[in-house]
């Protein structure tokens, strides 16, 4: 390959950046899946923990315990982290 052919399925223009980066996209696969199994296994526990709060005769939602999942996020990743946080408590509890 040489630089005025790129490579379709990596975008580089030279072999080497191109097998480079299909190590670097493997390692985002890992990451992405590692993602999604904590994604789900926070959602499964965030359910259980709604189901034996109302079970008790608990409210629903904690929103100051939903506020420090949120604070905590923004904190961590700026103003994405809010957006991911919402998705990730929606995720657990449901729509309000």
Known sequence: MTADVVDQT???GEPLAA???????????EIDQAIIDL???RARLSQTVGKTRMASGGTRL???????IVDRFRSAL?????QIALMILRAGRGPL
């Open 10 to 12: 990596t975008g580089a």
């Open 62 to 68: 904690v929103l100051s315990r939903e506020r420090e």
């Open 39 to 41: 994604w789900l296994e």
């Open 19 to 29: 097998d480079e980066i299909r190590g670097m996209r493997e390692r985002i696969d």
């Open 78 to 82: 700026g103003p994405d982290g809010t």
